[in-house]
């Protein structure tokens, strides 16, 4: 690798000093829509010089180079506006600065051009980008994501072909990009990638950010040399928004109802931005703040004896949130000259989840062999300390920020530089959280499966006789994780010589230094003296109902009385005269740890047009990985107690190197169809917990389990080929085939009567994350999307938005001893996805109707069939409207899980209900303003 940086710093110095006193001219300016908004990805050439061109970037800057000196005449174009045509006077060696070059929004229909409405200019936004981008990727705009109810990124991602979202309290949490599961993806702002606050794997929480933060949504589905290449799946890249070139003013003001929680909502968003100091600085703040109090009804099952299905385990939970989500943004840009410009960029999330959870659960089932059971009953309040941070609930404190302070430069006018360095964090805190479990032993009951998908238990009334519990535990938890990224980048553009076709060479080098730690503690903590008798049955304490009626998993379920989360938030655990504090770190040491990533990479490619027709790149980017770890082994001893003297801390290092290779085509069939065609190689690295060395060992249970630092990030070459037709009139028809060869997949192996070879002994169960497996997955794509403009009279106003993914996988060489023969999914494959959007948009009002299916998939793999866990096909419904007084100001109306979709699991087949779990449908009212306009 230092090799590989010394080859890349003398091609810099040779190509510059080669060039640095040619004389050279250059075109650059800013394209901007009416509104003073950037136009990203508009095509700017040279009517005369075919191989001339360049694409406007996030700003709406571009810049020509290697012009040739005399009268030039610029052609503009970008779909859903006029294109343009203006002559620009050269002298050789010097620049000209065209400043800002406004478009006027228009559609062809037939023979004739009409102007387009504001509706429909940021599906032509989304598109014009799509359309003139270097690979296969998927384009959403801020004014797109206004179009739907989506509160979240993740909510706004899940319109997207080929996306498939898991959900948490119902809004749209994790993605799943082609098939593959969120650890094989990437979530970037700005090309950087976002750190997360889970402490097990590295996948981004996408219902931290708020949909109303960012300019645009890029999903690349194919991966050139210049990008971070840990993206299987492919890599959603947030684009903050940049300064307009004018005074932009706009937000909006909202409230809503949840029919769960049965309580309102409020939400309110911001925008401010301008240019001063002629235009020299740029400056755009963006607010969000969202509250909304939701919940959930829930069930839970896990399921025994694959011949005969029995339940083990089965609980009835409701759930009390609050959530509050904020979000800041800013950008400034300030241009040192015409040719060159430093930026600033950051954004700044947090999200507060305070919640209480009631579980009444029938634990440790056992079959007598007369057709009843024998069980303990479970009565759990989680909550936490009464205070202004906590406010007797468990709190979710979960943070993250990006700050880059950026430059692009234009050096000798020819050759484009830009370099960037990152600060990024991501943490998750968990305070005081507090459980109460009160028990109830050998409760003899009879189950009712006569619907499996609706199992329920008779315990003859054993479960609301609360005068019979007695106190099992009292706890207290803190947790907390953190990331902490460092990253830095620089990458040259060079453009040969070539009167006939465009080439450039585009050279560059990453460092990404990433620090990871998680330190939680646990405590249990035991009533004494006087206090004792106050703990003696669960009847003595403060007890809250959580009967819900209805209760929307099944008013079969009654969840009873349970201890009040206000007197658990109460009780002063620190007082050794009302209670004994035991420190547990059988409960948490195995889980602690700390370590440092560091990623050095650098790439090179080539970016050759041949004509207007054909455009290729080829390269290759080359990664180094450098890992330590420090996690703990914890051991118990024969009776099943913790023995501190065993357990120690442990240390791991691991390195590797990335070789890969990709080539992309492009060809223009004709100006509005395009052929794509990609040959690429791309990585996933390892779960964080995964390359934590730790041992666990349970001699109770005669169990091993390790963690694995030298575990290699799987591998992926990946086939892909792209059709796309663009209508005049805003809309496109697209279809693709995709297909991913992984190797060094990592799976979960699992043997029995294990010999460990560093003790010698002997282990009944043994489980560590290994390499090794292989998989394939297969499927393609369609997309249509079209304004029905050829209808007659009001009709015209009807639009369409859908499309469709298949996907199917297979792995194989599975590590888990008795299923090596079976034909088994990666998790998360999907086989059926599928969005669906009918809209009206006139000169007033708009309205539109979504629907999002996707088809139930493997989650986890189990060590047999009947233990794998399903997510379970879900059908969402939502609907929004909105209707403008004036060009400023506007109101709006959404909804969303018309449907009441639950969040299900199930074990092994369809019927085994896991968990099912219940948020009914939210509606919000409300302004949005755009003074600019």
């Given at each position: 690798m230092k090799h590989f940086y010394k080859l890349l710093v003398m091609t810099i110095l040779v190509t510059l000093s080669t060039y640095v006193n040619a004389q050279n001219s250059s075109i650059t300016g800013?394209?901007?829509?009416?509104?003073?908004?950037?136009?990203?990805?508009?095509t700017v050439r040279v009517s005369n010089h075919q191989y001339l061109g360049s694409l406007t970037d996030a700003s709406g800057k571009f810049i020509l180079v290697n012009v040739p000196e005399g009268t030039q005449e610029l052609e503009i174009s970008y779909m859903g506006f006029e294109t343009l045509k203006q002559s620009v006077e050269l002298k050789a060696g010097e620049e000209a600065n065209l400043k800002v070059i406004k478009m006027k929004g228009s559609i062809i229909l037939g023979d004739e051009v009409v102007i387009m409405g504001s509706n429909l200019q940021g599906q032509a936004k989304a598109l014009g980008q799509q359309k003139n981008a270097n690979n296969i990727m998927n384009v959403i705009s801020a004014d797109q994501v206004g179009k739907f109810p989506d509160s979240n990124v993740g909510d706004a991602l899940k319109r997207v072909p080929g996306i498939t979202m898991q959900y948490d309290q119902g809004e749209a949490r994790f993605g799943l990009i082609r098939g593959t599961s969120p650890d094989l993806s990437s979530i970037t702002i700005n090309g950087e990638r976002v750190p997360s606050a889970e402490g097990e794997t590295r996948a981004v929480q996408l219902d931290l950010i708020p949909a109303d933060m960012v300019q645009s949504i890029e999903v690349s589905k194919t991966l050139t040399p210049d990008m971070d290449a840990d993206a299987i799946g492919g890599s959603a890249n947030l684009v903050l928004r940049s300064a307009p070139n004018d005074l932009r003013v706009s937000g909006t003001l909202g409230t809503g109802y949840n029919f769960l929680s049965e309580k309102a909502m409020l939400n309110g968003a911001v925008v401010i931005g301008n240019r001063f100091f002629n235009d020299k600085l740029g400056v755009i703040v963006s607010g969000s703040y969202f509250d909304h109090n939701l919940g959930s009804h829930n069930i839970e099952a896990e399921w025994d004896n694959e011949s005969n299905p029995e339940m083990t385990d089965f609980q009835i939970r409701t759930y009390d949130v609050h959530r509050i989500r904020r979000s800041l943004s800013t950008t400034l840009d300030y241009a040192l000259g015409?040719?060159?410009?430093?930026?600033?960029?950051?954004?700044?999330?947090?999200?507060?989840?305070?919640?209480?959870?009631?579980?009444?659960?029938?634990?440790?089932?056992?079959?007598?062999?007369?057709?009843?059971?024998?069980?303990?009953?479970?009565?759990?309040?989680?909550?936490?300390l009464d205070d202004n941070n906590n406010k007797n609930t468990r709190l979710e404190d979960q943070r993250t920020y990006n700050v880059t302070l950026g430059g692009e430069h234009l050096i000798a006018n020819r050759f484009k530089l830009d370099w960037s360095g990152t600060l990024a964090k991501a943490s998750e805190e968990r305070p005081h959280e507090r459980y109460i479990n009160w028990r109830l032993k050998d409760v003899v009951l009879t189950q009712d499966l006569s619907n499996p998908e609706k199992p329920n238990v008779n315990d003859n009334g054993a479960g609301v006789d609360y005068g019979s519990f007695d106190l099992k535990e009292i706890t207290?938890?803190?947790?907390y994780t953190e990331e902490l990224d460092q990253n830095a980048k620089i990458n040259l553009e060079i453009p040969l010589n070539n009167t006939r076709n465009k080439s450039i060479i585009k050279i560059g080098a990453r460092y990404r230094g990433k620090e990871k730690m998680r330190s939680n503690n646990y405590s249990e903590f035991e009533p004494v003296n006087a206090n004792e008798e106050n703990f003696n049955f669960m009847i003595n304490q403060p007890l809250k109902d959580q009967t819900r009626d209805p209760f929307l998993a099944g008013n079969q379920y009654k969840g009873g009385e349970f201890t009040d989360p206000a007197a658990l938030g109460k009780y002063d655990l620190n007082n050794t005269t009302l209670f004994e504090k035991s420190d547990l770190p059988e409960e948490y040491l195995g889980g602690n740890y700390n370590a440092k990533e560091q990623i050095t990479a650098g790439y090179a490619m080539l970016k050759q047009s041949l004509g207007t027709k054909w455009f290729f790149i080829a390269g290759a980017r080359v990664e180094n990985t450098q890992v330590e770890y420090t996690g703990y082994q914890v051991e118990f001893n024969e009776e099943g107690d913790f023995d501190p003297a065993a357990s120690k801390t442990i240390e791991g290092t691991n390195s590797y190197?990335?070789?890969?290779?990709?080539?992309?085509?492009r060809y223009n069939v004709n100006e509005n169809t395009i052929i794509r065609a990609a040959w690429t190689n791309t990585l996933a690295r390892p779960r964080y917990f995964d390359l934590v060395p730790y041992r666990e060992i349970s001699r109770e249970?005669?169990?091993l389990s390790e963690g694995n630092p030298g575990l290699k990030p799987t591998t992926s070459m990946n086939l892909d080929l792209m059709g796309e037709h663009y209508f005049k009139s805003v809309g496109i028809i697209s279809g693709g085939l995709f297909h991913k060869t992984l190797n060094d997949f990592i799976y979960n192996y699992q043997a029995r009567n294990y010999t460990d070879p560093v003790s010698g002994n002997v282990y009944d169960r043994y489980s560590q994350p290994r390499n090794g497996a292989k998989a394939t997955l297969t499927g393609f794509e369609v997309a249509f999307q079209r304004q029905l403009d050829f209808l007659p009279g009001a009709l015209k106003g009807l639009g369409i938005y859908t499309n469709y993914t298949y996907t199917s996988s297979e792995i194989k060489d599975l590590g888990i001893e008795e299923r090596e023969d079976e034909k088994l999914s990666l998790p998360g494959t999907a086989p059926h996805t599928v969005n669906g959007s009918l809209s009206f948009d006139s000169k007033k009002l708009s309205f539109?109707?979504?629907?999002?299916?996707?088809?139930?998939?493997?989650?986890?793999?189990?060590?047999?069939?009947?233990?794998?866990?399903?997510?379970?096909?879900?059908?969402?419904?939502?609907?929004?409207?909105?209707?403008?007084?004036?060009?400023?100001?506007?109101?709006?109306?959404?909804?969303?899980?018309?449907?009441?979709?639950?969040?299900?699991?199930?074990?092994?087949?369809?019927?085994?209900?896991?968990?099912?779990?219940?948020?009914?449908?939210?509606?919000?009212?409300?302004?949005?303003?755009?003074?600019?306009?």
């Amino acid at each position: 690798m230092k090799h590989f940086y010394k080859l890349l710093v003398m091609t810099i110095l040779v190509t510059l000093s080669t060039y640095v006193n040619a004389q050279n001219s250059s075109i650059t300016g800013v394209i901007v829509d009416e509104n003073d908004l950037p136009l990203i990805g508009a095509t700017v050439r040279v009517s005369n010089h075919q191989y001339l061109g360049s694409l406007t970037d996030a700003s709406g800057k571009f810049i020509l180079v290697n012009v040739p000196e005399g009268t030039q005449e610029l052609e503009i174009s970008y779909m859903g506006f006029e294109t343009l045509k203006q002559s620009v006077e050269l002298k050789a060696g010097e620049e000209a600065n065209l400043k800002v070059i406004k478009m006027k929004g228009s559609i062809i229909l037939g023979d004739e051009v009409v102007i387009m409405g504001s509706n429909l200019q940021g599906q032509a936004k989304a598109l014009g980008q799509q359309k003139n981008a270097n690979n296969i990727m998927n384009v959403i705009s801020a004014d797109q994501v206004g179009k739907f109810p989506d509160s979240n990124v993740g909510d706004a991602l899940k319109r997207v072909p080929g996306i498939t979202m898991q959900y948490d309290q119902g809004e749209a949490r994790f993605g799943l990009i082609r098939g593959t599961s969120p650890d094989l993806s990437s979530i970037t702002i700005n090309g950087e990638r976002v750190p997360s606050a889970e402490g097990e794997t590295r996948a981004v929480q996408l219902d931290l950010i708020p949909a109303d933060m960012v300019q645009s949504i890029e999903v690349s589905k194919t991966l050139t040399p210049d990008m971070d290449a840990d993206a299987i799946g492919g890599s959603a890249n947030l684009v903050l928004r940049s300064a307009p070139n004018d005074l932009r003013v706009s937000g909006t003001l909202g409230t809503g109802y949840n029919f769960l929680s049965e309580k309102a909502m409020l939400n309110g968003a911001v925008v401010i931005g301008n240019r001063f100091f002629n235009d020299k600085l740029g400056v755009i703040v963006s607010g969000s703040y969202f509250d909304h109090n939701l919940g959930s009804h829930n069930i839970e099952a896990e399921w025994d004896n694959e011949s005969n299905p029995e339940m083990t385990d089965f609980q009835i939970r409701t759930y009390d949130v609050h959530r509050i989500r904020r979000s800041l943004s800013t950008t400034l840009d300030y241009a040192l000259g015409t040719n060159s410009k430093i930026y600033v960029s950051g954004i700044y999330n947090h999200r507060d989840d305070r919640e209480n959870r009631y579980r009444f659960r029938y634990k440790d089932i056992e079959s007598n062999g007369d057709g009843t059971y024998t069980a303990e009953i479970r009565r759990q309040t989680k909550g936490g300390l009464d205070d202004n941070n906590n406010k007797n609930t468990r709190l979710e404190d979960q943070r993250t920020y990006n700050v880059t302070l950026g430059g692009e430069h234009l050096i000798a006018n020819r050759f484009k530089l830009d370099w960037s360095g990152t600060l990024a964090k991501a943490s998750e805190e968990r305070p005081h959280e507090r459980y109460i479990n009160w028990r109830l032993k050998d409760v003899v009951l009879t189950q009712d499966l006569s619907n499996p998908e609706k199992p329920n238990v008779n315990d003859n009334g054993a479960g609301v006789d609360y005068g019979s519990f007695d106190l099992k535990e009292i706890t207290e938890e803190y947790q907390y994780t953190e990331e902490l990224d460092q990253n830095a980048k620089i990458n040259l553009e060079i453009p040969l010589n070539n009167t006939r076709n465009k080439s450039i060479i585009k050279i560059g080098a990453r460092y990404r230094g990433k620090e990871k730690m998680r330190s939680n503690n646990y405590s249990e903590f035991e009533p004494v003296n006087a206090n004792e008798e106050n703990f003696n049955f669960m009847i003595n304490q403060p007890l809250k109902d959580q009967t819900r009626d209805p209760f929307l998993a099944g008013n079969q379920y009654k969840g009873g009385e349970f201890t009040d989360p206000a007197a658990l938030g109460k009780y002063d655990l620190n007082n050794t005269t009302l209670f004994e504090k035991s420190d547990l770190p059988e409960e948490y040491l195995g889980g602690n740890y700390n370590a440092k990533e560091q990623i050095t990479a650098g790439y090179a490619m080539l970016k050759q047009s041949l004509g207007t027709k054909w455009f290729f790149i080829a390269g290759a980017r080359v990664e180094n990985t450098q890992v330590e770890y420090t996690g703990y082994q914890v051991e118990f001893n024969e009776e099943g107690d913790f023995d501190p003297a065993a357990s120690k801390t442990i240390e791991g290092t691991n390195s590797y190197t990335n070789v890969l290779p990709s080539v992309q085509v492009r060809y223009n069939v004709n100006e509005n169809t395009i052929i794509r065609a990609a040959w690429t190689n791309t990585l996933a690295r390892p779960r964080y917990f995964d390359l934590v060395p730790y041992r666990e060992i349970s001699r109770e249970d005669n169990e091993l389990s390790e963690g694995n630092p030298g575990l290699k990030p799987t591998t992926s070459m990946n086939l892909d080929l792209m059709g796309e037709h663009y209508f005049k009139s805003v809309g496109i028809i697209s279809g693709g085939l995709f297909h991913k060869t992984l190797n060094d997949f990592i799976y979960n192996y699992q043997a029995r009567n294990y010999t460990d070879p560093v003790s010698g002994n002997v282990y009944d169960r043994y489980s560590q994350p290994r390499n090794g497996a292989k998989a394939t997955l297969t499927g393609f794509e369609v997309a249509f999307q079209r304004q029905l403009d050829f209808l007659p009279g009001a009709l015209k106003g009807l639009g369409i938005y859908t499309n469709y993914t298949y996907t199917s996988s297979e792995i194989k060489d599975l590590g888990i001893e008795e299923r090596e023969d079976e034909k088994l999914s990666l998790p998360g494959t999907a086989p059926h996805t599928v969005n669906g959007s009918l809209s009206f948009d006139s000169k007033k009002l708009s309205f539109r109707v979504s629907l999002n299916y996707t088809a139930a998939y493997i989650d986890e793999l189990g060590d047999e069939a009947f233990k794998d866990r399903y997510y379970d096909q879900q059908l969402f419904l939502d609907a929004n409207a909105s209707y403008a007084f004036t060009d400023q100001l506007r109101l709006y109306v959404e909804a969303n899980n018309l449907l009441n979709t639950p969040l299900r699991y199930y074990q092994g087949s369809e019927q085994y209900t896991m968990q099912s779990e219940y948020y009914n449908a939210r509606v919000q009212l409300g302004l949005k303003f755009d003074l600019s306009k």
